[in-house]
T-cell receptor, first 111, second 116 residues
Framework: RKEVEQDPGPFNVPEGATVAFNCTYS??????FFWYRQDCRKEPKLLMS???SGNEDGRFTAQLNRASQYISLLIRDSKLSDSATYLC????????????FGTGTRLTVIP | EPEVTQTPSHQVTQMGQEVILRCVPI?????FYWYRQILGQKVEFLVS????????KSEIFDDQFSVERPDGSNFTLKIRSTKLEDSAMYFC??????????????FGPGTRLTVL
């Protein structure tokens, strides 16, 4: 059973489009949730944490549904620089330090 | 902006050889981690380290692996006898507090290990 599942994509969208990524996690005891982005052959970089009430950072909006164990990321007005792999990341359980990563969703923004 | 650094960026070794991967975490961080990513696969947790001891480790982190904080700045991962399947990108990360506390882990640029 995969701890974190994501649609691998790829998503190919034109500049300016709105795109949404979804993620599900298996452990209902998970406490912390994040979206990271990873460029090709680079390290994961934190995009945003995901809070229960949902949160927004500029063009990016993250939502968490604990009942459904579902996390989403919405990107509005896509830029070419948004092209990357988006990783859904979950801290597995209370007190645990380790992060569980999804396989990532590949986004390509086309001019 | 402070960052995690790792050396070397690329390590090539023969099967059965020992390798040591080095990391310098962000200076005021207390929690340190190693992850690996096999090409084309997801990032996988190996081990976390706090207060000079391992706090958690995954099934991947078997007796061939060890970690050490030899001084106040470095954090190392040793693979005692490398296997072909150890070929991967190894990422070091650090955090000031734990993810449970809402803190985030910052990743280094990685060391690409190639075992021949």
């Amino acid at each position: 059973r995969k701890e974190v599942e994501q649609d691998p994509g790829p998503f190919n969208v034109p500049e300016g489009a709105t795109v949404a990524f979804n993620c599900t996690y298996s452990n209902s005891a998970s406490q912390s949730f994040f979206w990271y982005r990873q460029d090709c052959r680079k390290e994961p970089k934190l995009l945003m944490s995901v809070y229960s009430s949902g949160n927004e950072d500029g063009r990016f909006t993250a939502q968490l549904n604990r009942a459904s164990q579902y996390i989403s990321l919405l990107i509005r007005d896509s830029k070419l620089s948004d092209s990357a792999t988006y990783l859904c990341v979950v801290n597995n359980e209370t007190g645990a330090n380790n992060l569980f990563f999804g396989t990532g969703t590949r986004l390509t923004v086309i001019p | 902006e402070p960052e995690v650094t790792q050396t070397p960026s690329h390590q090539v070794t023969q099967m059965g050889q020992e390798v040591i991967l080095r990391c310098v975490p962000i200076s005021n961080h207390l929690y340190f981690y190693w992850y690996r990513q096999i090409l084309g696969q997801k990032v996988e947790f190996l081990v976390s380290f706090y207060n000079n001891e391992i706090s958690e480790k995954s099934e991947i982190f078997d007796d061939q692996f060890s970690v050490e904080r030899p001084d106040g700045s470095n954090f190392t991962l040793k693979i005692r006898s490398t296997k072909l399947e150890d070929s991967a990108m190894y990422f070091c990360a650090s955090s000031e507090a734990t993810p449970q506390a809402g803190d985030t882990q910052y990743f280094g640029p990685g060391t690409r290990l190639t075992v021949l």
